[in-house]
T-cell receptor, first 112, second 112 residues
Framework: NAGVTQTPKFRILKIGQSMTLQCTQD?????MYWYRQDPGMGLKLIYY???????DKGEVPNGYNVSRSTTEDFPLRLELAAPSQTSVYFC???????????FGNGTRLTVT | GQSLEQPSEVTAVEGAIVQINCTYQ??????LSWYQQHDGGAPTFLSY????GLEETGRFSSFLSRSDSYGYLLLQELQMKDSASYFC?????????????FGKGTTLSVSS
């Protein structure tokens, strides 16, 4: 049971570079989410998706983009990386709104 | 929008009982959830309250009072492994659907 898989685990970017954080789940969950967590802080919602082709902004969407072409995959795109985007990024999925969230192990991103 | 308030830190000794409070403000209420996160790890689901009252799962219990916009997580017979961060969360209604919004977390330190 793979659950939610995130790649890469770690990444260092230079200011202005771009990258895509990958997230895939094998539980056939319709809902998927991206959160960021700064040191000692809570999780902030970046974007979420309620199904293939449907996405919506969360609390902190600026500087990020998402797409959801399949039920399984929900990649997060960072354009023009900035030091403020240094964080741990968690992807999660759930079966509808009543289900608990299943989290991936996170991607630790440093922008220098 | 949503807001959640919980204490930033709680300390206790092994075998003790600790209560972590959470107050929330929401435009629509879809239940209160609790998640545990060990240092460096992914958050994991602990409990969910959709209706008023107490939900018990082993050593952990969670309580909700919708009229008071208040809930708490009760941890009994504390063990060293319970040292972690605990987050309360509520669902926020967006344009596409609902997504979980987290509090800033309570760091629980259990000593021997």
């Amino acid at each position: 049971n793979a659950g939610v898989t995130q790649t890469p685990k770690f990444r260092i970017l230079k200011i202005g570079q771009s990258m895509t954080l990958q997230c895939t789940q094998d539980m056939n969950h319709n809902y998927m989410y991206w959160y960021r967590q700064d040191p000692g802080m809570g999780l902030k919602l970046i974007y979420y998706s309620v199904g293939a082709g449907i996405t919506d902004k969360g609390e902190v969407p600026n500087g990020y983009n998402v797409s959801r072409s399949t039920t399984e995959d929900f990649p997060l795109r960072l354009e023009l990386a900035a030091p403020s985007q240094t964080s741990v990024y968690f992807c999660a999925s759930s079966y509808g709104t009543g289900g608990s969230l299943h989290f991936g192990n996170g991607t630790r991103l440093t922008v220098t | 929008g949503q807001s959640l308030e919980q204490p930033s830190e709680v300390t206790a000794v092994e075998g003790a009982i600790v209560q972590i409070n959470c107050t929330y403000q929401t435009s629509g209420f879809y239940g209160l959830s609790w998640y545990q996160q060990h240092d460096g790890g992914a958050p994991t689901f602990l409990s969910y309250n959709g209706l008023d009252g107490l939900e018990e799962t082993g050593r952990f219990s969670s309580f909700l009072s919708r009229s008071d916009s208040y809930g708490y997580l009760l941890l009994q017979e504390l063990q060293m492994k319970d040292s972690a961060s605990y987050f309360c969360a509520v669902r926020d209604q967006g344009q596409a659907g609902t997504a979980l919004i987290f509090g800033k977390g309570t760091t629980l330190s259990v000593s021997s």
